[in-house]
T-cell receptor, first 115, second 111 residues
Framework: DADVTQTPRNRITKTGKRIMLECSQT?????MYWYRQDPGLGLQLIYY???????NKGEISDGYSVSRQAQAKFSLSLESAIPNQTALYFC??????????????FGPGTRLLVL | DQQVKQNSPSLSVQEGRISILNCDYT??????FLWYKKYPAEGPTFLIS?????DKNEDGRFTVFLNKSAKHLSLHIVPSQPGDSAVYFC??????????FGTGTSLTVIP
């Protein structure tokens, strides 16, 4: 089973609709992240959470909100979807203990199309 | 403001030759650098990393070089194989803080 899972994998929605993307992890990591990938722009950080009680805005948080329901779950919401939020969304986790070997582990992505 | 930049969106290399992917950064506080590889329809996966106290780290066919004075790192793949065809992202971090990713370079290895 995958360590980081995302649901749904694909989603088509209409402008103005509220949608939620969910992320679950079995790695036991404290830190979780949401990124979006657009062509030519790489991975842009939307929100991140260093533990259950910690939520931080990333580079492009406008139009998004998150909820850290548990250590293993981190959800991303689009309150009122707009077409320029069409993108590939990735969830990631990291151990976050400050060790040199820290890295992030990514989910498979959610492809979102807003019409 | 893009703190990590990959100026080459794409690169094509013949199988068996060397692939060199480049990455530049602006923040001198970064102390750890990573390369990720991404296949279509999959999330990025960790490939290799280097601490700022080193200038080279090697893992099989993959070597990462770090030039702190130039704020530049590169990933060398020797010999390149068709299975290496993917998008490569470099990332930088100040330990304990958030990651910053480059825009990616799409590598195509021609058989």
């Amino acid at each position: 089973d995958a360590d980081v899972t995302q649901t749904p994998r694909n989603r088509i929605t209409k402008t103005g609709k509220r949608i939620m993307l969910e992320c679950s992890q079995t790695k036991g990591h404290d830190r979780m992240y949401w990124y979006r990938q657009d062509p030519g722009l790489g991975l842009q950080l939307i929100y991140y959470s260093f533990d259950v009680k910690d939520i931080n805005k990333g580079e492009i948080s406008d139009g998004y909100s998150v909820s850290r329901q548990a250590q293993a779950k981190f959800s991303l919401s689009l309150e009122s979807a707009i077409p320029n939020q069409t993108a590939l969304y990735f969830c990631a986790t990291s151990e976050g203990d400050g060790r040199e070997q820290e890295t992030q582990y990514f989910g498979p992505g959610t492809r979102l199309l807003v019409l | 403001d893009q703190q990590v930049k990959q100026n080459s969106p794409s690169l094509s290399v013949q199988e068996g030759r060397i692939s060199i992917l480049n990455c530049d950064y602006t923040n001198s506080m970064f102390d750890y650098f990573l390369w990720y590889k991404k296949y279509p329809a999959e999330g990025p996966t960790f490939l290799i990393s280097i601490s700022s106290i080193k200038d080279k780290n090697e893992d099989g066919r993959f070597t990462v070089f770090l030039n702190k004075s130039a704020k530049h790192l590169s990933l060398h793949i020797v010999p390149s194989q068709p299975g290496d065809s993917a998008v490569y992202f470099c990332a930088a971090i100040r330990t304990g803080n958030q990651f910053y990713f480059g825009t990616g370079t799409s590598l195509t290895v021609i058989p």
